[in-house]
């Protein structure tokens, strides 16, 4: 049974600060892996997606790696800005739909 | 162009009442998700549909939940005698096809008291 964890759980930083968001999968057979935004008592942000087959994406400040042998993806967020507070999501489609990690609540302070 | 809209917002409702969510996803999508988020368990799929196709229940936790989606456009959720621990955020998404890029709406929050 796939299962997608995600560490840490909360994160604090000073603006500015550049950040790693740390996301793993149990089953390396997947599809996809999408990453995710989601604002206080809002849905959910889509930033990024990556196929089974590609390395990485970017957009903006914003670069996701993927490596689907090791089961793990990285979202890297650059000069990080009070804006950029919220919960960020992995996601990984293997069968019909996503299964989602917990998330990171990330907390950037000006 | 408009994104996934969901309707109500929000619903409260008595235990033991029926309820329907509705969806209405990007036009053109032919897959369109329903996934429950509560505080407990995270997020969780419930259903999905694909163009014709009979639909994936896999995720339902109950036969008090069913869903349509009529003309591939608009789907609805319902939850029929509702329980207290069916309380939760209900989000549809939509994507062109299985394994694309899913667009989500902004959820239904119900409560049931």
């Known amino acids: 049974k796939q299962e997608v964890t995600q560490i840490p759980a909360a994160l604090s930083v000073p603006e500015g600060e550049n950040l790693v968001l740390n996301c793993s999968f149990t089953d390396s057979a997947i599809y996809n892996l999408q990453w995710f935004r989601q604002d206080p008592g809002k849905g959910l942000t889509s930033l990024l997606l990556i196929q089974s087959s590609q390395r990485e994406q970017t957009s903006g400040r914003l670069n996701a790696s993927l490596d689907k042998s090791s089961g793990r993806s990285t979202l890297y967020i650059a000069a990080s800005q009070p804006g950029d507070s919220a919960t960020y999501l992995c996601?990984?489609?293997?069968?019909?739909?996503?299964?989602f990690g917990k998330g990171t609540t990330l907390s950037v302070s000006s | 162009g408009a994104g996934v809209s969901q309707s109500p917002s929000n619903k409260v409702t008595e235990k033991g009442k029926d309820v329907e969510l509705r969806c209405d996803p990007i036009?053109?999508?032919?897959?369109l998700y329903w996934y429950r988020q509560s505080l407990g368990q995270g997020l969780e799929f419930l259903i999905y549909f694909q163009g014709n196709s009979a639909p994936d229940k896999s995720g339902l936790p109950s036969d008090r939940f069913s869903a349509e989606r009529t003309g591939g456009s608009v789907s609805t959720l319902t939850i029929q005698r509702t329980q207290q621990e069916d309380s939760a955020v209900y989000l549809c998404?939509?994507?062109?096809?299985?394994?694309?890029?899913?667009?989500f709406g902004p959820g239904t929050r119900l409560t049931v008291l």
């Open positions: 996601a990984v489609q293997a069968g019909t739909a996503l299964i």
């Open positions: 998404a939509s994507s062109l096809a299985r394994s694309d890029e899913q667009f």
């Open positions: 036009s053109g999508h032919t897959a």
